[in-house]
């Protein structure tokens, strides 16, 4: 049974800065990021290959938020800078079983969660 562990839940100010990281069990997947805010919808915030080689971001986080990865610990990360209000949400981990380079945008190409990890940027 493959497990996500997310870590870094946070309260930063706006402008500030955080970093989330997502342990995996087992073998490699392609990574991603999403997150829920309250009354919506989860969406995609950023993804990577499994060789690390090939990332994708939402527009709304470009130039702010970056995911890498480390294959030796297994684990992901999501640094996140200029943090605004709008960034407020849960963020959940999710892995992919998806070919070396790839990466997914959408959550329904994701196998595994992640519990999520609550991240509030305050005013």
């Known amino acids: 049974q493959v497990q996500l562990v997310e870590s870094g839940v946070g309260l930063v100010q706006a402008g500030g800065s955080l970093r989330l990281s997502c342990a995996a069990s087992g073998r490699t997947f392609s990574m991603g990021w999403f997150r829920q805010s309250l009354g919506k919808e989860r969406e995609f915030v950023a993804t990577i290959s499994r060789s690390g080689g090939s990332t994708l971001y939402a527009d709304s986080v470009k130039g702010r938020f970056t995911i890498s990865r480390d294959n030796a610990k297994n684990t992901v990360y999501l640094q996140m800078n200029s943090l605004k209000p709008g960034d407020t949400a849960v963020y959940y981990c999710?892995?992919?079983?998806?070919?070396?380079?790839?990466?997914?945008?959408?959550?329904?190409?994701?196998?595994?969660w992640g519990q999520g990890t609550q991240v509030t940027v305050s005013s």
């Open positions: 999710a892995a992919a079983r998806m070919e070396y380079s790839s990466v997914a945008a959408r959550a329904t190409d994701y196998n595994y």
